[in-house]
């Protein structure tokens, strides 16, 4: 979709909550204040006890809220998206942050190209909105993509018309439903970096992925195996990591272990019945403790999505 001087197209955002009530009304305010003409904003709650409610009321003139049960964020979020009427989408977390124009910055890149979506630049903060760290952002490459996320989901918006033509998120999926959805929309349609920071993506002990590190991990094999087929060394030996030391990965970075290395052969060979092969030659690829550490710190496994 070249430039044009057509209207601005309209912009459904979605946030699915449950007692969120520590964080959502800055998540909420920062859609709000984004300045973007054409934005509807949609909050699916899936039944807070916690006075996330009472927050919800507080902005209802300016937003569109439901509470009722769901099956899970991603269910919530596509019902959000069937809600909503615009032609570009995007889901923000109840504890995640939007940067000042960054809805303005996203849409005026998808007018600019063909793309099914675009993802900038993020941070990550902590539980008080520090910064902590840039989030770990790649230029894109479906073949580093099935090696890890390196698109930060608060920091990408895209196209309805993609996002329903691979059927949209995965509401069987709790933990990385994004990942999945990545990984999938780009087997047909085209993602491209923006060069803004977009979003921040707020990191705290209790968030979904370090909260619920062994079923993230076990999620996200599911998700490679059905995408890929394939579950590559650096996510088997994380988590062989994991369950030897139960760091979070994150605020407890991973330690590399000889044991670890030597124990992942076996175990990615049993996690990829079809692809043994592949598999052994990625391990026999790595060949050094050196060649080890340095594709650990580039392959930047702590951040698994969710």
Same mark, same amino acid.
């Given at each position: ?11 459904? &955002? %979605?946030? /699915?909550? =449950? ?31 916690? *006075?996330? &409610? ?8 300016? =937003? ?6 769901d ?14 009427? *615009? ?9 995640? #942050?939007?940067?000042?124009?960054? %809805? ?6 998808? $007018? ?5 979506? %675009?993802?900038?630049? /993020? ?22 993509? @099935? !090696? ?5 989901q ?29 990984l999938? =929309?780009?087997?047909?349609? !085209? #993602? $491209?970096?923006?060069?803004?920071a ?8 209790? @968030?979904?992925? #370090?909260?619920? !590190? ?28 994991? !369950?030897?030391d /139960? ?20 175990? *990615?060979?049993?996690? @990829?019945?079809?692809?043994? *092969? ?16 340095? $594709?650990l /710190? ?5 951040? &698994?999505?969710?």
């Amino acid at each position: 979709m070249p430039a044009t001087s057509a209207p601005e197209p309209l912009v459904t &955002i %979605v946030t /699915a909550c =449950l007692n969120s009530g520590r964080f959502v009304e800055q998540t909420i305010l920062s859609v709000l204040e984004q300045g973007y003409p054409r934005l509807e904003y949609i909050v699916m709650d899936g039944g807070s006890t916690d *006075g996330t &409610i009472e927050i919800l009321k507080k902005y209802e003139a300016r =937003l569109r809220w439901r509470s009722s049960p769901d099956k899970g964020a991603a269910d919530a979020i596509n019902k959000g998206f069937a809600l909503g009427s *615009g032609a570009i989408l995007g889901f923000l977390n109840a504890d995640d #942050l939007y940067l000042p124009g960054a %809805v303005s910055a996203a849409v005026r890149h998808l $007018r600019e190209a063909e793309d099914a979506g %675009v993802y900038g630049d /993020a941070w990550w903060i902590d539980e008080a909105g520090g910064r902590i760290a840039p989030y770990p952002v790649k230029e894109f490459d479906r073949a580093a993509l @099935n !090696r890890g996320c390196f698109i930060c989901q608060p920091a990408s918006l895209f196209r309805r018309s993609a996002f329903e033509s691979v059927g949209g998120l995965d509401p069987d999926l709790h933990l990385a439903f994004d990942y999945d959805f990545w990984l999938r =929309l780009t087997r047909t349609h !085209r #993602l $491209r970096r923006i060069p803004e920071a977009l979003a921040e993506s707020r990191m705290h002990r209790a @968030n979904k992925t #370090l909260g619920q !590190r062994e079923a993230a991990f076990r999620e996200t094999f599911r998700v490679l195996k059905r995408n890929c087929g394939y579950v590559p060394f650096p996510w088997v030996y994380s988590y062989l990591c994991y !369950r030897a030391d /139960a760091r979070d990965q994150f605020f407890e970075p991973l330690q590399p272990s000889i044991l670890r290395y030597v124990e992942s052969l076996p175990a *990615g060979l049993w996690l @990829n019945p079809g692809a043994m *092969g592949e598999y052994a030659r990625e391990w026999a690829s790595i060949m050094s403790w050196s060649a080890l550490r340095r $594709r650990l /710190a580039a392959f930047q496994i702590g951040k &698994i999505p969710g």
